[in-house]
């Protein structure tokens, strides 16, 4: 049968239109890593009185040459705050809603509810669903390529979030309910057929009985993606979203022998070993897109999504982040603060979307910002919108992208956790300009590490800007700030509609302002 005159020069015309629609749109990739923090690399976020790069000892003993040659490229945020654990963060990536509004406030156990003892009983442990308004779910039905490789963590087991395809990605690769992989090495098929077979990573059966390490598997599957959806000049959103650098701490050998001189513990040798195969896995993705002639035209977000996992001290400490306090988990900077390098993977000003969007190079952005803001940014880069009903917490980085302060953006971040046994547990956190203020809804309730995070207390405040490593608590010698700072938390946590942890008795525990 002939195709009519007619219906030919109509799918001519479809086509025609998509391809248009993919030159007025770049290429985006959010390149995230698990359990990453700001110290965890080679490329200084810290600075000195002066705004200018500081560096500190962890700066010396971790390698990561391509977060280097990209922030190079662009700009970095050196106080950009993520949730303090992976699934509200992943969550917010996909939402642009604070954690404390999805109510997805705790990592998602794949198997079975994990409020905690008085947790919130009525959080969000089915995480996302069908149907919810995800970034790729907008990006998708506006011309993207929706890529999903490695971590999901989005939903639990037998749930539909469990299944990326189900929240807005045309591809998944490696992604499902859980977090941690059940093993890094291709030798042991990645925990299939292993004790951790519950953690087996899906998808990659053709690495199984090599030595292919996992961070390796998933950046050679995420080229083969980049390199198929190039060829049909569609735009990308690709989701790249690594295992590494989370527990179970194991060694990748390809750079092993650079930390085994260093001191330090088996572990946090391993653990620097997956940092710097992470950052190989980031290079040869710009690699790449340079290869397919694609990287002027790709803009690239590269971040973790909690505070440091680094087993170098306690995790109130500071230690794992030093200088920072505290590590993922934890209510201090050091469990919040991530690194954030916004960059166009190959600089060139000539570039229609680089002029559009002129990212500085080699520059450093003080001013407040998270992980709510993505959504936000990537939507007015792709120039889409998301649907009127949706609520969106983070508001776009456009101008802080530019390297130029935002006089109309609140230096402001809300970290809701209404669970334990953790870390740190039943905390809120309020930043509000240079003031932070932690509350602690069962101050005596102990972590998994059995130690009191709060000597028993309710109140921590302290300013950032006079005590940025979080050594002095104010609250008692600056009542009047500590109110303020109060009723911004209380009054943050009620615009979100949060959930709250619950006393014995099942009753509400709501954070109370301080009686003098």
Not at 74 to 81: D, S
Not at 461 to 475: G, I, Q, V
Request: aromatic share 8%.
């Amino acid at each position: 049968m002939k195709t009519p005159l007619a219906l030919i020069i109509l799918l001519a015309l479809i086509l025609q239109d998509s391809l248009s629609m993919a030159a007025e749109q770049p290429n985006i990739v959010v390149f995230l890593v698990d359990d990453m923090g700001m110290m965890d690399t080679s490329l200084p976020f810290l600075t000195d009185a002066e705004g200018q790069p500081q560096r500190y000892p962890l700066n010396d003993y971790y390698r990561t040459p391509n977060m280097e040659r990209l922030a190079r490229g662009g700009i970095r945020f050196n106080q950009f705050y993520a949730m303090s654990v992976c699934s509200p963060t992943r969550v917010s990536i996909m939402t642009g809603q604070n954690a404390a509004r999805h109510r997805v406030t705790n990592w998602i156990n794949p198997l079975q509810d994990n409020a905690g003892k008085n947790g919130a009983p009525d959080w969000n442990w089915a995480g996302l669903k069908k149907g919810d308004v995800t970034l790729p779910g907008i990006l998708s039905r506006g011309g993207y390529r929706t890529i999903h490789v490695g971590k999901a963590h989005f939903g639990p087991e037998q749930h539909e979030g469990a299944e990326p395809l189900n929240l807005g990605f045309d591809v998944n690769v490696a992604g499902a309910a859980f977090g941690a992989p059940g093993s890094y090495y291709g030798e042991k098929g990645y925990g299939h057929g292993t004790k951790r077979a519950h953690h087996a990573v899906p998808h990659l059966d053709k690495y199984h009985g090599t030595d292919t390490f996992l961070t390796e598997a998933l950046t050679l599957e995420a080229k083969q993606q980049v390199a198929k959806v190039v060829e049909t000049g569609q735009p990308f959103y690709l989701y790249f979203s690594h295992y590494a650098v989370h527990a179970p701490f194991e060694s990748d050998p390809r750079f092993a022998d650079h930390y085994k001189d260093s001191g330090k513990p088996a572990n946090a040798q391993a653990f620097a070993t997956l940092i710097e195969g992470m950052d190989k896995s980031l290079g040869d993705m710009l690699d790449q897109f340079d290869e397919l002639g694609i990287a002027e035209n790709t803009l690239v977000f590269f971040l973790g999504d909690n505070g440091s996992d680094a087993p170098l001290g306690h995790q109130h400490a500071v230690a794992c982040a030093e200088p920072l306090r505290g590590k993922k988990g934890a209510h201090y900077e050091g469990g919040m603060r991530v690194p954030l390098i916004a960059a166009w993977a190959k600089p060139n000003p000539e570039n229609g979307w680089q002029n559009r969007l002129p990212i500085p190079e080699n520059t450093i952005q003080p001013q407040v910002a998270s992980v709510v803001d993505l959504m936000p940014t990537i939507l007015d880069v792709a120039d889409l919108d998301a649907p009127s009903g949706h609520t969106l917490d983070g508001h776009s980085l456009q101008t802080l992208l530019l390297g130029q302060p935002d006089e109309q953006r609140q230096e402001q971040f809300l970290m809701h956790y209404p669970h334990g046994p953790h870390r740190s547990n039943y905390f809120t956190t309020w930043r509000d300009g240079d003031w932070k203020v932690i509350y602690h809804a069962l101050p005596e309730d102990s972590t998994t590490t059995d130690d009191l995070r709060s000597s028993g207390i309710h109140y921590e405040l302290f300013n950032l800007r006079d005590d940025p490593f979080e050594s002095t608590n104010l609250a008692e010698s600056k009542p009047q700030e500590l109110e303020r700072m109060m009723k911004g938390l209380i009054g943050a946590l009620k615009d979100h509609h949060a959930v709250y942890p619950v006393d014995d008795q099942g009753t509400e525990l709501r954070p109370q302002l301080p009686h003098h």
